[in-house]
């Protein structure tokens, strides 16, 4: 497994500095490794990447401690321990206190559009109708140094309102309308390093770079444009602890005080999509309580952390994946709970992404996928989610009734929907295990779609459509260590009569038939071009690796750092 360690050694980079060659103009300690583009170095500018480096030097300790402190807790759980809420801040979880008020100008998100940055999809997304796009630096985007690179570009040309698109092929452009959704960046998690740029000899941090460069270049418009006076606006993915929300207030602290703009200015929503985070609610609104509106249902990777997190306890196993939804009672007691917290606290509670996405060519599997995404919108409205996320511009329609329909005229929930009653759910409610079957179809699924995501992942595109699904890097995550825990336990299939273990051999033969059927349905030039067989041993070796790695991108990522002038480089 490649470890957040191993970028640190820079002797596992190939390339070392291109000194005297056309490059970036850096300030002290600064290396860029990535390709030098032009249109990058409007983003990659001395006085962008002195303030990226500034964060990097002050928060960088911080960081590696709340990276250790993750470890010790894994330690804990696979152990045998649980988690659960903390004895030391029961003060806080108890206490009367408040966040700050939300602005006026994101009151109402009760449809929240998604998606990579990249540019047709962005001026998409806003164009869209729904009330918010979040613009994905995470789970929807493979990290190459080109993605993130147009992205910054295209996130800057959004906010200026200048972004346009020529679609050569279609002889189509697009512009932004003159109503657009709010922006709202989602940077990647703390674990993540930026193998291209260096910052007195170490990777970056991936989302200092992420959120550093897009502050820099566009706190100022945003105000203007968009924030009503607030604002940049953010989400924050992956955090376990409040520690580390605290670090992320720390962060919005001093790109407060570098751009002399009033604290608060920043406002962002937390994901709560860790087993370990659902314990910490509270205390994770009371770090960030300046700069709060709200939490998030992660789903998806909510899920994938609760297997991530019960590695070590084998009483524990899911389900197919498919079985393992919001009914199931520890995924609605996390939503309860959440929406709890957050209307005591005066914050959006918002809901998650259903996975369907439209099906363009069966207009009866279109209405019964549509349905489905309605019954999802309808029992979040209920339970008094503020709003929701959708995959696709053509879900925000029905996505929109369904919450129009149940929320009177009010913006949002958060004085009429208190769910007091959700304030007595227990640590047994939210750890209870999933139930439901597994099945030899539920292994061959997880093979398919997580070769399949890992190979388009890798060459480039963070979020893809498979078997009429959204599927990215959280729920390809499920895919992985549902595999990886099957196989580690010699579960039983169950749901199919057979009584089958799950073994290598078993494993060994799936991945060789699901090879064979995915190269069938994509077609064998498609599969020789593609990055399939790549995808396969890494989705392989994770499955079957003695330990669990953390992370299926951090290994991933190893294949898609190019340093330039050399064409690529292996860490
Ligand atoms: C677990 C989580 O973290 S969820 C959040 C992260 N995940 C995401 O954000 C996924 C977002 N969704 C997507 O990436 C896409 O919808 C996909 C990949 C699932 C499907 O995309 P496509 O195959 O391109 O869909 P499709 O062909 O139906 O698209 C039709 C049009 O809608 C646009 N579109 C589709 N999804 C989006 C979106 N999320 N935002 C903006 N535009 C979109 C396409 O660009 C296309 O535009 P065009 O007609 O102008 O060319
Ligand atoms: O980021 C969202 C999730 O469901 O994961
Ligand atoms: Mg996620």
Request: a neutral charge; proline letters at 5%.
């Amino acid at each position: 497994m490649v470890s957040f360690e191993t970028f640190l050694q820079p002797n596992n980079f190939l390339q070392k500095k291109t000194s005297g060659m056309i490059g970036y103009d850096v300030p002290e300690g600064v290396d860029i490794r990535g390709r030098y583009d032009p249109e990058f170095s409007k983003i990659l500018t001395r006085d962008a990447l002195q303030f990226v480096a500034d964060l990097q030097r002050e928060f960088k300790n911080h960081i590696k401690y709340a990276m250790e402190c993750r470890k010790e807790t894994k330690m804990r759980y696979n152990n045998g321990g649980l988690p659960g809420f903390d004895p030391a801040t029961k003060y806080i979880r108890e206490g009367e206190w408040m966040c700050a008020p939300v602005p006026h100008a994101v009151a109402d998100r009760r449809v929240e559009i998604t998606g990579p940055v990249e540019r047709k999809m962005i001026i998409n997304a806003l164009n869209s109708g729904a009330k918010v796009f979040m613009a994905d630096f995470e789970d929807a985007l493979s990290p190459s140094w080109e993605n993130l690179m147009r992205g910054q570009v295209n996130l800057r040309d959004a906010v200026n309102g200048t972004i346009s698109f020529h679609d050569q092929a279609r002889n189509r452009v697009y512009k932004l309308n003159d109503q657009t959704a709010k922006l709202f960046v989602r940077p990647r998690g703390w674990h993540l390093p930026e193998a291209h740029i260096f910052i007195d000899g170490e990777p970056a941090t991936g989302c200092l770079v992420d959120f550093g460069l897009y502050f820099f270049h566009n706190y100022a418009n945003f105000r203007k444009a968009q924030g009503q006076g607030f604002g940049p606006f953010f989400y924050l993915p992956k955090m376990e602890n409040s520690r580390e929300a605290r670090i992320w207030n720390n962060v919005f602290d001093k790109a407060e005080k570098w751009a002399g703009i009033e604290k608060g200015s920043i406002r962002a929503t937390v994901l709560i999509e860790t087993l370990p985070a659902v314990f910490q609610m509270n205390e994770i609104l009371y770090e960030l309580r300046d700069h709060s509106v709200g939490l998030n249902c992660g789903r998806w990777d909510y899920i994938f952390s609760y297997v991530k997190t019960f590695q070590a306890h084998p009483d524990r196993l899911l389900p197919d994946r498919v079985l393992v939804g919001m009914s199931q009672h520890f995924m609605r007691s996390y939503s309860d709970l959440l929406i709890h917290t957050c209307h005591k606290r005066g914050v959006h509670a918002m809901g998650g992404m259903a996975a369907q996405i439209p099906i363009r060519d069966d207009p009866a599997a279109n209405e019964a996928a549509l349905e489905l995404v309605r019954k999802d919108k309808l029992r979040e409205v209920k339970a008094g989610h503020d709003g929701t996320w959708a995959a696709h511009p053509g879900l925000i329609p029905a996505c929109m009734e369904v919450f129009t329909n149940n929320m009177s005229n009010a913006p949002n929930l958060i004085h009429s929907m208190k769910r007091h009653d959700a304030s007595i759910l227990t640590e047994e409610d939210l750890l209870q295990s999933p139930r439901g079957v597994r099945t030899m179809e539920g292994l061959r699924l997880n093979t398919r779609v997580g070769i399949q995501y890992l190979a388009a992942w890798l060459t480039g595109a963070g979020s893809v459509p498979l078997y009429n699904l959204m599927e990215d890097a959280a729920t390809a995550e499920i895919s992985r260590v549902q595999n990886w825990q099957w196989l580690k336990y010699g579960v039983e299939l169950d749901g199919d009569g057979l009584g089958v273990k799950v073994n290598l051999d078993l494993f060994g033969r799936v991945v060789e038939e699901e090879m064979a059927r995915i190269e069938r349905e994509v077609g064998k030039e498609k599969f020789k071009k593609g990055m399939y067989k790549e995808a396969c041993k890494l989705f392989t070796r994770q499955c079957t690796a003695p330990v669990l790695d953390d992370f299926l991108t951090l290994d991933a990522y190893n294949n898609i750092v190019m340093h330039h002038p050399i064409a690529s480089s292996r860490l």
